[in-house]
């Protein structure tokens, strides 16, 4: 089978990327693109989860019309949110989205009954407000009593194309319920929600195969005849395995998009009290790895900002209109929790900066500039954390997912730290789900030699630093601003 397909949803968009790999060449045709977005319903925040189903649907007969037959196919979402079924594999209540508001307190509320220290030895994971550990226990106790199973976002998707039910390890680690040790969901944890261990399923490895598709789909929406490989279902976790490796030089990655998520791929996990007082993650990976990342807020506010705006401007032009703007003149800590969700993001952060006493910025260029340098300095200063906790040395930054198409932002980045920066592929959390299929048809013996694909068929563009005058004092001006950090 050499016809390979992707699905890959995000917050804020999702498409169907057809692989073909030919020659040692990969490449990508975009077969179809839709629109996500949570809805907000009497004061909460739901994923409309059927319509992302039927937009698969409507891929896979796009995928028909394009003469494909038969192919694999792998699933990414974001992680974190879940989809509660009862006996029949019916759901329970919609899908909650992880920006909504419910779990304000949630961590307080369970530091009460079992230590942030002894939940972080346990799983690795950093304390974010929206991790699956706290929706659950926000959630309704009798809806959570009632499922019979709880699958995440794309295991629900595999189950309504396939009828199979997961927890695929890379999204599973995210919920802040999987133990280190033991490589199972821990069982004080799951007791503290009032949870057993069989509402959750079997944890499944990325490149596994899960079946095919229901031939009732098959039949009723004209479908190729898809076997369904398991990916990397966090986003994040393909992007990382798309990340082409930099042979004799000792590299981070961040992967940009809604959320910029910067970090090392490790064979062994950092959960000790430093690591956790920096607040850096311990997100399971493909193939045995971690992903040792520190997240933050990332194009999430510059899509809000356009949003807002109107959408008058594309993200090209805003970044022009930002190039022309004064630099560094108003600066916001990035992952101060009043940027997770709020009422207006445009005027929330021209209120950071008058709080803070710097010029309100007014311009969409302003804005644009605002976001683009705070968070080339939230890199800089996370990068300078992770290497201490590493205890290596990084060489080159190399910039992944749509925010490698920002040039600026990427220009900014070698400035501050001080280090090449590689751009590219933008496209790789695809081509990383993409990986997997291909070791699992066998195509590609190992991910080492996906990697090497990968950075053979897509262009990198290196951005080299460039001195910024006072570096040292925008930085220390910026840590002044930074907020206790709780993302």
Same mark, same amino acid.
């Given at each position: 089978m050499n016809k390979h397909i992707a699905v890959d949803i995000g917050a804020s968009s999702g498409r169907l990327v057809l692989g073909t790999l030919r020659d040692g060449i990969l490449t990508l045709e975009e077969l179809h693109r839709f629109s996500n977005g949570f809805t907000e319903h009497e004061g909460s925040c739901f994923w409309d989860i059927d319509y992302l189903f039927d937009q698969i649907i409507t891929g896979l007969q796009k995928a028909t019309a394009h003469g494909i037959t038969e192919c694999t196919l792998g699933i990414d979402t974001w992680a974190v949110d879940y989809v509660l079924l009862d006996a029949e594999g019916n759901r329970i209540q919609e899908v909650y989205a992880y920006r909504d508001c419910r779990t304000e307190g949630m961590m307080e509320e369970v530091a009460a009954l079992i230590p942030p220290e002894t939940v972080y030895a346990k799983t690795g994971i950093q304390q974010l407000t929206f991790n699956t550990l706290?929706?659950?226990?926000?959630? #309704?106790?009798?809806?959570?009593?009632?499922?019979?199973?709880?699958?995440?976002?794309? #295991?629900?998707?595999?189950?309504?194309?396939?009828?199979?039910? &997961?927890?695929?390890?890379?999204?599973?680690?995210?919920?802040?319920?999987?133990?280190?040790?033991?490589?199972?969901? #821990?069982?004080?944890?799951?007791?503290?929600?009032?949870?057993? =261990?069989?509402?959750?399923? !079997?944890?499944?490895? @990325?490149?596994? $195969?899960? +079946?095919?598709?229901?031939?009732?789909? !098959?039949? =009723?929406?004209?479908? @190729?005849?898809?076997?369904?490989?398991?990916?990397?279902?966090? #986003?994040?976790?393909?992007?990382?395995?798309? !990340?082409? !490796?930099?042979?004799?030089?000792?590299?981070?990655?961040? $992967?940009?998009?809604?959320? $910029?998520?910067?970090?090392?791929?490790?064979?062994? @996990? &950092?959960?000790?009290?430093?690591?956790?007082?920096?607040?850096?993650?311990?997100?399971?990976?493909?193939?045995?790895?971690?992903?040792?990342?520190?997240?933050?807020? +990332?194009?999430?506010? &510059?899509?809000?900002?356009?949003?807002?705006?109107?959408?008058?401007? $594309?993200?090209?032009e805003l970044a022009r209109l930002a190039g022309e703007a004064e630099g560094f003149r108003s600066l916001i800590p990035c992952n101060d929790p009043r940027f997770l969700n709020p009422d207006h993001m445009i005027e929330e952060i021209r209120a950071a900066c008058v709080e803070s006493g710097q010029p309100e910025p007014q311009t969409p260029g302003q804005l644009a500039r605002c976001i683009f340098d705070s968070l080339a300095l939230s890199y800089g200063s996370y990068l300078q954390e992770l290497e201490a906790l590493t205890g290596t040395a990084v060489e080159v930054l190399q910039i992944v997912g749509g925010g490698a198409n920002n040039g600026l932002l990427c220009q900014l980045t070698a400035n501050v730290i001080g280090r090449e920066v590689l751009a590219g592929p933008t496209e790789s959390t695809a081509l990383g789900n993409l990986a997997v299929q291909l070791i699992h048809e066998g195509s590609v013996a190992h991910i080492a030699e996906a990697r090497e694909i990968i950075g053979n068929s897509f262009p990198i563009v290196s951005y080299t630093p460039q001195p910024v005058p006072e570096l040292q004092h925008l930085l220390e001006r910026w840590e002044a601003l930074r907020a206790p950090d709780v993302l």
């Open positions: 706290y929706q659950l226990y926000a959630h #309704d106790r009798n809806e959570r009593a009632a499922a019979e199973q709880i699958l995440l976002v794309p #295991d629900y998707l595999y189950y309504r194309l396939g009828g199979r039910k &997961i927890n695929e390890v890379t999204n599973a680690s995210t919920t802040q319920l999987l133990n280190l040790q033991t490589g199972d969901f #821990d069982s004080e944890l799951l007791s503290l929600l009032h949870l057993r =261990r069989e509402q959750f399923a !079997v944890l499944t490895a @990325p490149g596994e $195969s899960l +079946g095919y598709i229901r031939e009732q789909l !098959v039949s =009723r929406y004209d479908l @190729p005849r898809c076997q369904l490989i398991c990916a990397a279902t966090h #986003d994040t976790a393909s992007a990382v395995l798309g !990340v082409p !490796v930099q042979k004799g030089r000792s590299s981070a990655y961040i $992967s940009s998009g809604t959320w $910029s998520l910067l970090g090392v791929e490790l064979d062994q @996990p &950092i959960n000790n009290p430093l690591a956790m007082a920096a607040n850096y993650t311990n997100e399971w990976g493909a193939f045995g790895t971690y992903r040792f990342l520190k997240n933050i807020m +990332g194009l999430w506010l &510059i899509q809000e900002v356009r949003r807002l705006d109107g959408e008058r401007y $594309s993200f090209a």
